[in-house]
């Protein structure tokens, strides 16, 4: 073909449609996680960050990885802050969704692609994202060693897993389960994969050598590994993993389905099965936030099997069947609709509405086989179902990262922070300017195994003995001892929810659970409730406090 001088070449349309694609792949993920990025740290987050904090002020201090080194030089760049906390997390958990561009030439175009929106549009990796913890970090270059591995550059998935390694705690599960499903994909690494992990594991770890006591940091944080702490309950991480994925486990199911009538593996679908199993397994040893990510990325994986071929298929179809799934997504609206309505009137003649629409569905069914293929009917009523699945991923991702964060019935959320702690550091900021005319300038003392979301809160403040402090906070059932008399005031800082509690003996007592599946409302059982305690003096010279 030749072309005149000065013209370009035309770009396939089939691309540039591709690459619009991932764009708005990209876009959504950014969207999903980087919005509101400075709401309040959890407990956990907030110890990470103190931490973090530390070894800033004083560099002797020991660090956990290298995470832990780039939440530093965020730090020292940014300033201490919420979103600079979390500035690596967001980093990571924004590019994970650009990693199955690696694997187009196995999955092919629509299946890297669907499993590219399938991560954008995922809670749990979202949630994961947002959180100020290594877990996305090493998790996500995990996947980049598979990916690469997948490929044939089996040095360049060395050099990966030797980063992933030094990333922290979760580095040396995240490293094991990509190494396993590498070699399930096919991968074989020659005698040079582990000088030359070994070699990014130290470079890695010791910031280019520029900080050689990292070395050991990060092996501390490997032999850590053994004894992480588990922060949710089995049950509780796997049923946030049901109630906030089932995009993923419905394509997942779908993709069994498919290979089973197709009577081949689809590519990668054994290493998606590690990934799934190293999930499972993670969440029955050790359920962390960490554990769920192999599992979401072993389901979103399968997942995108089933979707890409439905895609591929769909596009076939002839457009009257458009009119068979506007019918069926009637039927799955009217069903949300009921289910809805049941869970918040607690109307048991709403409990009928999903099987109306199954039985509308049947007769859709049993009507347009006079016309069409069972299984084009099929795949024209999966069509709604698919976009109602959609948009229920992305109304609880809102609901989880966005809207509600301080919500403590959220699965993944073992301990949320409430408005409590603003609220008192507002009152503190308030007292300070009204006494010395600056903030931050009132002299506090509180213990020191106070919360880590109470110390991160109150990182900028003065500190003093109890003796010479303007202000104390105890917990509610303490009082600090003084000469003067105090006024105090009462803060719910955080809070938890027991989800054991909500049960369903009849259909008559599950109003508390059918709320909770489809609301995310449960009250609170415990709270860590602190008490500000002011002289009675400085009360009256800020405007009469009480």
């Keep these: 073909m030749s072309l005149e001088l000065g013209t370009a070449a035309p770009m396939p349309k089939r691309l540039s449609i591709e690459a619009a694609c991932w764009g708005f792949v990209v876009l959504i993920a950014a969207l999903l996680r980087w919005s509101h990025a400075t709401a309040p740290l959890d407990e956990r987050e907030a110890a990470q960050a103190l931490r973090v904090l530390v070894a800033l002020r004083a560099p002797d201090e020991p660090l956990s990885g290298a995470t832990s080194l780039a939440q530093v030089a965020s730090f020292a760049l940014l300033g201490s802050g919420e979103f600079a906390a979390r500035l690596p997390a967001l980093i990571a958990g924004t590019l994970l969704v650009l990693i199955p561009l690696t694997l187009r030439p196995a999955l092919g175009r ?86 030359v992990a070994g070699l990014s594991f130290i470079l890695t770890a010791t910031a280019s050598l520029s900080r050689w006591v990292g070395l050991g940091e990060s092996f501390n944080a490997l032999a850590a590994t053994l004894h992480t702490t588990a922060t949710l309950s089995t049950a509780r991480l796997l049923a946030g993993f049901v109630l906030y994925e089932p995009l ?134 999966a069509l709604p179902a698919v976009g109602f699945l959609l948009v229920y991923s992305l109304a609880v991702n809102t609901q989880l990262n966005l809207t509600r964060v301080n919500n403590a019935a959220e699965p993944y959320r073992a301990e949320a922070p409430t408005e409590g702690l603003s609220a008192l550091t507002r009152t503190l900021q308030t007292l300070s300017l009204r006494a ?47 000469t003067r008399e105090q006024i105090g005031h009462g803060f719910t800082l955080t809070q938890r929810t027991a989800l054991h509690t909500l049960t369903c003996p009849s259909l008559e007592q599950c109003g508390a659970l059918m709320r909770w599946i489809v609301f995310r409302d449960a009250p609170a059982t415990q709270a860590s409730r602190w008490v500000l305690w002011i002289d009675s003096d400085l009360a009256l010279r800020t405007s009469g406090y009480r």
Excluded: C, K
């Design 110 to 195: 629509a299946g890297a692609l669907a499993f590219g929106a399938l991560a954008a549009f995922s809670p749990t990796l979202t949630f994961a994202a947002r959180h100020a913890e290594a877990a996305i970090v090493a998790w996500s270059i995990a996947l980049l060693a598979f990916a690469l591995a997948a490929r044939g550059r089996t040095r360049s998935a060395a050099a990966a897993l030797g980063i992933t390694l030094a990333t922290g705690p979760e580095g040396a599960p995240a490293a094991l389960v990509a190494l396993v499903a590498a070699l399930f994909a096919g991968a074989r690494f020659d005698q040079t994969a582990l000088p």
């Design 248 to 381: 993923a486990w419905v394509g997942t199911l779908a993709s069994f389905a498919w290979m089973l009538a197709q009577r081949r593996w689809a590519p990668l679908a054994p290493s998606w099965l590690v990934w799934l199993s190293g999930g499972i397994g993670l969440s029955l040893l050790r359920p962390t936030l960490g554990s769920a990510l192999p599992l979401a990325i072993g389901a979103l994986g399968l997942a995108s099997v089933s979707y890409a071929a439905f895609a591929e298929r769909l596009s076939e179809e002839e457009p009257a069947l458009l009119a068979t799934a506007g019918l069926a997504a009637l039927a799955l609206g009217y069903a949300a609709l009921g289910l809805r309505q049941l869970a918040s009137t607690q109307a048991l003649g709403w409990a009928t509405t999903p099987l109306v629409s199954a039985a509308l569905l049947l007769l859709i069914l049993a009507f347009g086989g006079l016309s069409f293929s069972y299984a084009s009917l099929l795949r024209a009523t």
């Design 436 to 482: 010395t005319g600056m903030p931050n300038a009132l002299r506090l003392h509180y213990a020191s195994d106070a919360p880590a979301t109470l110390r991160w809160a109150l990182r900028d403040w003065r500190t003093a003995s109890a003796r010479e402090a303007q202000a104390w906070l105890t917990p509610a059932d303490a009082q600090p001892e003084a």
